[in-house]
């Protein structure tokens, strides 16, 4: 008789990227068994889980009715991912207009083998015994139980090269949830000149004292992609008057080069061709008025896209840089304070694919402090003095000690039916910032951590509610301090 062993991964996660918060099942088949009779020789699968150079997990499974053993890891992948960093909100405002994805993702490396009397084989052991993935990345996102694996292709550009200058194929999805677009055909108030009919281009409606980012998937896909346009190379910000004309002469517009003087990379240089491994997969970039600190005074909208390396003997706008965007387009446009609104509370908030959206509430908004009181009843003479004597201002009850907790209401304006499912994911978000733009001087442009109150939301639409509103409960994070009575 003969031992066969062939430990074999047959199943993981998404190779180019998956999300954290939902099914990541790996399979593993090939436990040594003897090929006479068929009986398994082991007592247990075993998969071991690397980051970075350390094993993070060592798990152990018997095999299954089919001698395989699956295994979901996302909870022990969900403990290396995070929310993005707490100024993510402010890059551009403080500090450089570029951040990685280190805090939102996470690589990570399988490796499997079996255990046969309580051992493992030594790694790497001999053919068979071990078997190892290429490295995995998740990102701290969601998606449905049945997204396995998840679908990365939307979120991909497509470029390829025609002689020595790069094309965009198709341009990728970035990580927002916002699904109402316009396409660049429609628009005629003002726009580039490469923003043809089939580019969607996303509608944001900000005050210039709106802060905003969007973040985009750096790898790049296509039939012959150029080997220099590896990723993102530069973020493109197109900046048109009220009259629809280009605000810097010739229509050239003001840029961030990707790289990681300005918070971004893989790149430390333009058009170096760095493959985005971890931590560069994503990078998010400042996009909103106050973060973009280029922004004119007669600016009425401008347009946010991402740019790949092309030879500088093309002919584009930029030298080295591709007039079209390598991601969907984004359209800012800036909105003056109504005087029968109330100043606005922005929100900030934890989507589907571990990044930030934002949403602004321009109309009511109210504030409360509920107050929760310890107190106790102190005597009004001193015993321990040598006589009796009380004044009129002594105290009986005291307040030693209570909570105070800041809670808020704030509304909406009449929404689209768009708008109203694009707050959904406001209302559910684990993690949720404020900016209330009511505060004194600059503290209007500090974020506030608040936790949602709301307990519910119900889906509206024109349909069935005609001219419908949101209100959203919060309060924030951190109570309110007092001092002992």
């Given at each position: 008789?003969?031992?066969?062993?062939?430990?074999?991964?047959?199943?993981?996660?998404?190779?180019?990227?998956?999300?954290?918060?939902?099914?990541?099942?790996?399979?593993?088949?090939?436990?040594?068994?003897?090929?006479?009779?068929?009986?398994?020789?082991?007592?247990?699968?075993?998969?071991?889980?690397?980051?970075?150079?350390?094993?993070?997990?060592?798990?152990?499974?018997?095999?299954?009715?089919?001698?395989?053993?699956?295994?979901?890891?996302?909870?022990?992948?969900?403990?290396?991912?995070?929310?993005?960093?707490?100024?993510?909100?402010?890059?551009?405002?403080?500090?450089?207009?570029?951040?990685?994805?280190?805090?939102?993702?996470?690589?990570?490396?399988?490796?499997?083998?079996?255990?046969?009397?309580?051992?493992?084989?030594?790694?790497?052991?001999?053919?068979?015994?071990?078997?190892?993935?290429?490295?995995?990345?998740?990102?701290?996102?969601?998606?449905?139980?049945?997204?396995?694996?998840?679908?990365?292709?939307?979120?991909?550009?497509?470029?390829?090269?025609?002689?020595?200058?790069?094309?965009?194929?198709?341009?990728?999805?970035?990580?927002?949830?916002?699904?109402?677009?316009?396409?660049?055909?429609?628009?005629?108030?003002?726009?580039?000149?490469?923003?043809?009919?089939?580019?969607?281009?996303?509608?944001?409606?900000?005050?210039?004292?709106?802060?905003?980012?969007?973040?985009?998937?750096?790898?790049?896909?296509?039939?012959?992609?150029?080997?220099?346009?590896?990723?993102?190379?530069?973020?493109?910000?197109?900046?048109?008057?009220?009259?629809?004309?280009?605000?810097?002469?010739?229509?050239?517009?003001?840029?961030?080069?990707?790289?990681?003087?300005?918070?971004?990379?893989?790149?430390?240089?333009?058009?170096?061709?760095?493959?985005?491994?971890?931590?560069?997969?994503?990078?998010?970039?400042?996009?909103?008025?106050?973060?973009?600190?280029?922004?004119?005074?007669?600016?009425?909208?401008?347009?946010?896209?991402?740019?790949?390396?092309?030879?500088?003997?093309?002919?584009?706008?930029?030298?080295?840089?591709?007039?079209?965007?390598?991601?969907?387009?984004?359209?800012?446009?800036?909105?003056?304070?109504?005087?029968?609104?109330?100043?606005?509370?922005?929100?900030?908030?934890?989507?589907?694919?571990?990044?930030?959206?934002?949403?602004?509430?321009?109309?009511?908004?109210?504030?409360?402090?509920?107050?929760?009181?310890?107190?106790?009843?102190?005597?009004?003479?001193?015993?321990?003095?040598?006589?009796?004597?009380?004044?009129?201002?002594?105290?009986?009850?005291?307040?030693?000690?209570?909570?105070?907790?800041?809670?808020?209401?704030?509304?909406?304006?009449?929404?689209?039916?768009?708008?109203?499912?694009?707050?959904?994911?406001l209302f559910t978000s684990a993690d949720v910032k404020v900016r209330f733009g009511d505060a004194a001087g600059n503290a209007k442009y500090e974020w506030t951590p608040v936790v949602i109150t709301s307990t519910n939301w119900k889906e509206k639409t024109i349909r069935t509610d005609r001219l419908f509103q949101y209100d959203i409960r919060f309060k924030q994070a951190h109570n309110l301090k007092s001092q002992?009575?």
């Amino acid at each position: 008789m003969a031992i066969i062993t062939n430990i074999q991964i047959t199943q993981t996660p998404q190779i180019t990227f998956d999300e954290a918060y939902g099914p990541l099942p790996v399979t593993i088949e090939g436990i040594p068994y003897d090929d006479t009779t068929g009986i398994i020789q082991a007592e247990k699968y075993v998969l071991q889980i690397w980051r970075n150079g350390q094993m993070i997990a060592d798990l152990r499974q018997s095999p299954n009715a089919s001698a395989a053993a699956i295994f979901d890891i996302q909870n022990t992948i969900q403990n290396f991912v995070s929310p993005s960093p707490n100024n993510v909100e402010e890059i551009g405002f403080i500090g450089v207009e570029l951040m990685n994805s280190a805090k939102e993702s996470t690589p990570y490396e399988l490796r499997a083998s079996y255990e046969q009397g309580g051992q493992v084989p030594a790694y790497p052991g001999t053919t068979g015994q071990w078997a190892t993935s290429n490295t995995l990345l998740a990102f701290g996102g969601t998606k449905e139980y049945y997204e396995v694996p998840f679908n990365a292709t939307a979120y991909i550009p497509q470029l390829t090269q025609t002689g020595i200058c790069t094309g965009v194929l198709k341009p990728a999805k970035p990580f927002t949830d916002l699904t109402s677009y316009r396409l660049g055909g429609a628009i005629t108030d003002g726009k580039p000149s490469w923003l043809t009919s089939n580019i969607r281009v996303y509608d944001h409606y900000v005050t210039r004292d709106d802060m905003t980012t969007i973040s985009y998937y750096q790898m790049v896909s296509g039939p012959n992609p150029p080997a220099l346009a590896a990723s993102v190379d530069a973020i493109m910000y197109w900046q048109f008057d009220a009259n629809g004309q280009p605000i810097n002469s010739g229509g050239i517009p003001d840029l961030v080069y990707n790289v990681q003087a300005n918070g971004g990379g893989p790149n430390t240089t333009p058009g170096q061709g760095a493959g985005p491994i971890y931590p560069y997969r994503a990078v998010t970039a400042a996009t909103g008025p106050r973060n973009f600190q280029d922004l004119s005074g007669l600016c009425t909208h401008y347009y946010v896209s991402t740019s790949a390396y092309t030879d500088s003997a093309c002919p584009t706008l930029v030298s080295g840089l591709t007039n079209e965007s390598m991601h969907y387009v984004h359209r800012f446009n800036i909105i003056e304070t109504n005087c029968s609104d109330f100043p606005d509370y922005q929100f900030s908030w934890l989507n589907s694919y571990g990044f930030r959206d934002y949403y602004s509430f321009r109309k009511r908004h109210d504030r409360s402090v509920s107050i929760n009181r310890n107190e106790f009843l102190r005597e009004a003479a001193n015993y321990n003095s040598t006589n009796y004597s009380v004044n009129r201002f002594d105290r009986g009850q005291t307040v030693y000690s209570q909570t105070l907790q800041q809670d808020y209401v704030a509304f909406t304006d009449y929404l689209s039916d768009e708008d109203a499912k694009y707050l959904e994911g406001l209302f559910t978000s684990a993690d949720v910032k404020v900016r209330f733009g009511d505060a004194a001087g600059n503290a209007k442009y500090e974020w506030t951590p608040v936790v949602i109150t709301s307990t519910n939301w119900k889906e509206k639409t024109i349909r069935t509610d005609r001219l419908f509103q949101y209100d959203i409960r919060f309060k924030q994070a951190h109570n309110l301090k007092s001092q002992r009575g």
